[in-house]
C-alpha cells in the first residue's frame, strides 16, 4: 500500500472542496471495496476524505410521498428499515442478497451505488485493462469472462458491475443527490448515473472532481408485488451470475431490471411492454443487442430461465 494522508471531514461542504483541491483525493466511508484496491495497488488515492461524521445517515420521508436515504445508511440498516421493508420490498430483498452480513453491517448505500467491478482481470494488476489503466487494453476480451457482461459491453471493457441493490435502485426509478465544491447541488437519475464504457470505461459515473453523494431519494411506492431473485455460484457471498428485480402488477403488468448481464445496472422500457407476453419475450426484449463470448453465452438462456421461475412464482400467488 502507498502512503497517503488522512482528514476527517467536518461538513458536507469541506469534504467536496477537500477533494476538489487534492488531486488523487478520495471519500471513504464503509471503506469494504476501497481498503481492498489500496491493498492491490488498484485503488492508490493520495488523500483519503473521512466522511463517517456528516450525519448522512437517516432515512426519511419526502413530501412527495417518496423516501429519502442518507449516502451513509449502512446496507444492513437499510434493508431492516420497516418503511423500505414494506413500501421497497425489492430494495430490502437486493440488499439482503448482497455479501454477507459484515460487510452489509459497514457498506453505504453511496459506497455500495460506487463500488467497482470484480472482472478478474481488473482485479489481477499483471493483465491489461481499460478500466484500470486507460490504453492497455482488455485480457477478458479473449480470456475467461463466464461472469462478465453481455449488455452495454464495448471493445474496450466487458466488465459488469456488481452491485445488487444499484439494480433494484434502478427499477424503483432513485435519483442521486449530490453536492460540489463550490455548493452547486444536483439531482442525478440513477438512469444518467452511471456511464457505459465505450472508449473510456474508467470513467464509471457521472460524477465530477470533488462532488459528493448527500442522498439518494425514492419516488412514491411502486404497487405490486416486488421480487429480487439472484443467480450465483453458491448460496452465499457471490456476485450474481443473472439477477432480476421485478416489481408484478395485479393488472398483468410488470417492470424488470437486472444485474450481472450489464455494464452498469440493465434496465430497458421494451422488456416491461413485453411483460403480458410472458418471460421469453420479456427475456428477447432485455436480450436484444446482447453480445455474449464463449464463455459467458449461457447467461442468455439463464435470463429466460430466471424469469420463467419468477412468472411461476407469480402465477402460483394469484
Not at 413530501?63 to 434493508?79: M, S, Y
Not at 490504453?135 to 479473449?142: F, P
Request: glycine share 8%.
Amino acid at each position: 500500500m502507498k502512503p497517503f494522508t488522512y482528514e476527517r471531514a467536518t461538513s458536507v461542504e469541506a469534504a467536496a472542496k477537500a477533494a476538489a483541491s487534492v488531486q488523487g483525493a478520495r471519500f471513504i466511508a464503509g471503506g469494504t471495496n476501497l481498503l481492498d484496491l489500496m491493498k492491490l495497488q488498484i485503488e492508490t488515492p493520495t488523500h483519503l476524505i473521512d466522511v463517517n461524521r456528516l450525519g448522512l445517515d437517516r432515512i426519511e420521508k419526502t413530501e412527495e410521498g417518496g423516501l429519502r436515504i442518507g449516502a451513509l445508511v449502512r446496507n444492513t440498516d437499510l434493508a431492516a428499515d420497516r418503511t423500505v421493508r414494506r413500501d421497497y420490498g425489492v430494495l430490502s430483498r437486493a440488499l439482503v442478497a448482497g455479501a454477507s452480513g459484515q460487510l452489509r453491517n459497514k457498506a453505504t448505500t453511496a459506497g455500495n451505488l460506487l463500488q467497482r467491478t470484480r472482472c478478474p482481470y481488473f482485479y489481477d494488476i499483471r493483465m491489461p485493462c481499460n478500466k484500470r489503466k486507460p490504453g492497455s487494453g482488455c485480457g477478458a476480451l479473449k480470456g475467461m469472462s463466464r461472469s462478465l457482461a453481455i449488455l452495454g459491453v464495448s471493445d474496450a471493457c466487458i466488465a459488469q458491475h456488481p452491485s445488487d441493490m444499484a439494480v433494484a435502485m434502478r427499477l424503483l426509478d432513485a435519483q442521486v443527490d449530490t453536492v460540489s465544491a463550490d455548493g452547486a447541488k444536483r439531482a442525478i437519475p440513477i438512469a444518467d448515473f452511471h456511464l457505459l464504457p465505450g472508449d473510456t470505461p474508467h470513467q464509471e459515473t457521472v460524477l465530477k472532481g470533488g462532488e459528493i453523494i448527500t442522498s439518494v431519494t425514492l419516488p412514491k411506492p411502486i404497487a405490486g408485488t416486488h421480487v429480487y431473485r439472484k443467480v450465483r455460484d453458491r448460496a452465499s457471498y457471490a456476485f450474481a451470475l443473472v439477477s432480476v428485480a421485478a416489481i408484478f402488477g395485479k393488472d398483468g403488468s410488470a417492470r424488470f431490471a437486472f444485474g450481472g448481464i450489464g455494464a452498469k445496472p440493465w434496465r430497458n422500457s421494451q422488456a416491461d411492454a413485453a411483460a403480458p407476453q410472458g418471460a421469453k419475450a420479456v427475456a428477447d426484449a432485455t436480450l436484444a443487442g446482447a453480445r455474449t463470448t464463449e464463455h459467458n453465452d449461457f447467461k442468455k438462456p439463464l435470463v429466460e430461465r430466471t424469469l420463467a421461475s419468477l412468472y411461476r412464482q407469480q402465477e402460483a400467488r394469484a
